[in-house]
Structures are given as C-alpha cells and as structure tokens.
C-alpha cells in the first residue's frame, strides 16, 4: 500500500510540474488580436526550405553568427510565406534570422547569410508570452486560429506571417500583412 501511496503522490506531483509550466509558457494567455502599422526592421537571416517546426537550430546558427562577429541581438524573427495545410513540409518557404542595428550591417560578411530591409507596413497582430520554449507551440495553436479567423472576417488577402521573438520583453510577436 506504501508504495502505492508514493506512486501516487510522484504522478500528482509531475503533473503539476507539467501544468505549471503550461501556464507559465503561455496556456491560459487572452490572445488580442489589432491592426498596427509595423516595421521597418532590418534582417540578417538564411533562406530555409523545408518543415517549419525544424528552424530553431536555424535560428540560433545566425544568433551565434552575429555574436561570433560582435553584434548583440535580442530579437529573432521568421517569416513564413506557405501555408502548412495547403503546401508539403519539405516544400515551405521561410526567411530565418534577427533583427539589427543598421549600423552593424557594415560589420556583416559571408555569402551563407543575406540582409534585407522589412518595409513599414500594415499588419494583423498579436502577441503571447515567450518564456519557455513551449511558449513558442502554445502560440501557433492559440494565435495563429485567431488571427485567420479575425483576417476571413475582415475580408483580408494576407502575403506572409511573420514571428519576432523578443527576449528582452519576453513576448512572440505575430504580423500578417495585410494586402490592400
């Protein structure tokens, strides 16, 4: 009966473990969703083809990159041209990278990575907490259905979405620019 008794406590106490970090990473976070003007950002990034869930290493092979090299960074960023429903995992575009100082473009060299100026523009977005890396999947299950809902509602023609992962302000940005 001990034992019992011990199993049962470790399977309550793991349990709670797990909902405690769901809720810390985001689980019962209110997704708003609004319009803005966003942008302009500067880019450093590599072209990915391929599954989306697959860009972390991406994303932390440039963040190295840029410290290798003298440039801190506290904001990466991805934008996602395909839709994953409509579109096979191996055949999805993205851009995967951070967002510079334009003053640390000069300092850049290598013909692996590419810069790009992300224009100003008007977007659809939310944002959601970024304090796991959990916080990351809770956001595309939470923001990413409100955000589609909130565009089919308006009527909206979208091009691309992209995340900035901020975590300085411990936030995942999420635009969709809106085409007029």
């Known amino acids: 009966m ?22 810390y990473s985001g689980l019962f976070s209110r997704v708003i969703i609004k319009e803005k003007t966003s942008g302009p950002y500067n ?20 963040y190295s990159y ?3 090299n003298g440039i801190k960074t506290t904001k990466g960023i991805a934008i996602y041209y395909d839709d994953p429903k409509t579109i096979p995992k191996e055949n999805l575009r993205s851009d995967i990278g951070s967002i510079i100082d334009t003053g640390d ?6 013909d692996k ?3 790009k100026v992300i224009p100003s523009r008007e977007v659809v ?4 907490p970024y304090n796991t890396t959990v916080s990351i999947m ?37 635009e969709f620019e809106i085409i007029k």
């Open 2 to 23: 001990k034992i019992a008794y011990f199993i049962l406590i470790g399977i309550v106490v793991i349990v709670l473990v797990i909902l405690i970090h769901l809720i």
């Open 43 to 62: 880019m450093f990034y590599v072209e990915y083809r391929g599954d989306y869930s697959k860009v972390g290493p991406i994303h932390q092979d440039v």
């Open 66 to 68: 840029l410290l290798e």
């Open 105 to 110: 473009v000069s300092k850049l060299v290598g």
């Open 113 to 115: 990575y590419k810069f």
């Open 125 to 128: 977005y939310s944002s959601f």
């Open 138 to 174: 809770l956001g595309v299950f939470k923001v990413y259905p409100k955000m589609n809902q909130y565009i089919s509602n308006k009527g909206y023609t979208i091009s691309s979405s992209i995340e900035i992962y901020d975590k300085e302000n411990k936030k995942i940005y999420y």
